[in-house]
């Protein structure tokens, strides 16, 4: 057997989730080689080679690869499937945009968001918004797959030293062109990989009273997330979703604030290890998943909160 | 200009689903069904587009049992012109249904295809990239705007870092996010006039498509389940129990 495991970067570095993706692969089992599609990628390709049980780096550095849109980086996944059993890549908005183009020109299809591996054709992957798990066998010649980052340990970012290698770019099929991004800009932790995770919902009541979970994210060097209700609401940027239509994430502590718990969001943030909840209602679902909560005025709660954490 | 626009029967999304007890699946009988809520944001997406003059005709389209009719109706109470059901009992997966729907727009041809950017049963989040795939077209997933001017889409999608603004060569395949509008109510005689728009019923051997699944569902299960905590008095009490109970802070 041998995986191609598609790599997320920024051309500079290898993001975490592609060490997730690799975990799932080792899982696996066999070769495994990272794809580095990109457009001036060569210090990214120089920091996946540095990842530990990668066989080859395989390099593609072209302008069309950049913004690692799917119908050129599809393309060339393609071109390169044949003497692969799987293809692998974190389930994030990339690798969710980009792999069942992948699949469907295999004529395969696609295994979404996998969060264990039974056997090399064998995985578990969650439906209903997390609320029913389903083992599913797939029958085609190479899987694709997109693993779920929360379900595999992240391998060693260091540690090994992988033979890098050149392929050819495919051509620029002209289909889609990347005209901006607005990438918000943060000092904090990523949401899907931090240690401490501080979400706020609809309770908050506007995006400006988001500042007091702001002072205790500070005091826990955590991320700042928010429920559906608070992205509707117009609170808070869409990126800051934490749900089955946003991110999914585990962190080691998740203080929900203002939260009342809907389905929609508890499939987002319960497989965290410790999950604190304040909310004034006491009847809140999200107290049903809490290890511990407190009811009360956010408001009241929350400064207070700050100050005890000295 | 014609769009198509996809449309899935799923359970509500206010049903707490249960599993099955011989792990076969999820109990759908006598459970609520509605449109799936991403594609009902496609469906109004379409209608403000024909509202601009943008577009001509809505089509709507739905893969799967007799009953996706009742769907259909829905989508043609918010303003679609008329509906498509590709009739089949069988488990249809994504790329089946990527399949289905590229015989439906080589008949069809719409200029723009709008699908909701996933289904919240399967949560696969894969028709509308297989379906551009399949057609060669070009794709703009999870997209907060649309922007159509002749031969150019330009989409904003709502991406792990923020946005992204890709422009498309059309004709296209586009994945909605939950932001891109709000569907708006429909009204009772908008329902009675549904009814008398054209639904057409197609079957998978007519279109010559071969729908086997690929997946073969060998178990669905209950998630581990997580028990309630404690409730604490205050903050200090909080702090304590995190530090000394969890460890999880210093």
């Known amino acids: 057997m041998s995986i191609l495991v598609i790599a997320e970067h920024d051309n500079q570095t290898i993001k975490t989730a592609t060490r997730n993706a690799l975990g799932a692969a080792a899982q696996i089992g066999g070769d495994v080689d990272l794809l580095v599609a990109g457009s001036g990628c060569s210090a990214a390709a120089q920091a996946a080679a540095a990842i530990p049980g990668v066989r080859k780096v395989l390099v593609a550095d072209a302008p069309h690869y950049g913004g690692q849109l799917a119908e050129s980086l599809a393309a060339l996944v393609v071109g390169m499937a044949k003497g692969y059993s799987h293809i692998l890549a974190p389930a994030t908005t990339t690798g969710k945009n980009v792999m069942p183009r992948v699949a469907a020109l295999l004529d395969v299809a696609q295994v979404s968001e996998i969060i264990a591996v039974k056997s090399p054709d064998t995985f578990v992957r969650p439906i209903y918004a997390g609320n029913a798990f389903a083992t599913v066998q797939s029958k085609d010649a190479i899987k694709v797959v997109t693993v779920r980052t929360t379900g595999f340990d992240a391998v060693p970012a260091s540690g090994g030293s992988a033979a890098v290698e050149s392929v050819a770019a495919g051509p620029d099929g002209g289909l889609s062109s990347l005209l901006g991004r607005e990438i918000s800009k943060s000092d904090r932790p990523e949401l899907v990989s931090a240690r401490v995770v501080v979400s706020g919902g609809r309770g908050m009541g506007s995006g400006e009273n988001f500042k007091i979970l702001e002072a205790l994210a500070d005091k826990l060097n955590a991320a700042l997330g928010a429920s559906r209700a608070a992205v509707d609401a117009g609170f808070v940027p869409n990126d800051w979703q934490v749900g089955q239509t946003g991110k999914i994430v585990a962190p080691e502590l998740y203080i929900a604030v203002g939260i009342s718990g809907a389905i929609q969001h508890l499939a987002g943030m319960k497989d965290s290890r410790v999950i604190v909840a304040v909310n004034k209602d006491e009847e809140a679902p999200i107290f049903q998943v809490a290890d511990y909560g407190i009811v009360g005025d956010l408001f009241q709660i929350v400064p207070e909160l700050v100050k005890e954490l000295g | ?250």
Not at chain 2, 29 to 34: E, F, Q, R, Y
Not at chain 2, 87 to 97: G, I, R
Request: glycine letters at 6%; aromatic letters at 2%; charged letters at 30%.
């Open chain 2, 1 to 250: 200009m014609k769009v198509l626009v996809p449309i899935k029967r799923v359970v509500d999304y206010n049903v707490k689903v249960r599993v099955k007890a011989d792990g076969t699946g999820v109990e759908t009988a006598n459970v609520k069904m509605s449109m799936n809520p991403f594609d009902e944001i496609a469906v109004e997406e379409a209608v403000r587009l024909k509202e601009a003059g943008v577009v001509t005709e809505i089509i709507v389209a739905s893969c799967g049992l007799p009953a996706c009719q009742e769907t259909l109706r829905t989508a043609l109470a918010i303003g679609a012109d008329r509906a498509i059901l590709v009739e089949s009992d069988a488990d249809l997966q994504p790329l089946a249904v990527a399949k289905l729907l590229r015989a439906v727009a080589q008949k069809e041809n719409p200029g723009l295809v709008l699908f909701g950017k996933q289904a919240i049963d399967d949560d696969c989040n894969q028709t509308g990239q297989m379906f551009a795939a399949l057609m060669g077209w070009s794709q703009g997933t999870f997209v907060s705007k649309v922007k159509i001017e002749g031969d150019k889409a330009t989409v904003t999608r709502e991406v792990d870092g923020g946005l992204e603004t890709v422009a498309l060569k059309m004709p296209a395949a586009i994945t909605v996010d939950l932001r891109l509008n709000e569907p708006r109510y429909v009204t009772l005689p908008n329902i009675m006039k549904a009814k008398k728009k054209p639904l057409e019923v197609l079957k998978p051997d007519a279109l010559g498509v071969d729908v086997s699944p690929r997946l073969a569902t060998l178990k669905v299960e209950e998630p581990p389940k997580r028990k309630a905590g404690v409730k604490v008095p205050d903050p200090k009490t909080l702090v304590d129990k995190l530090r000394n109970e969890a460890k999880v802070i210093q």
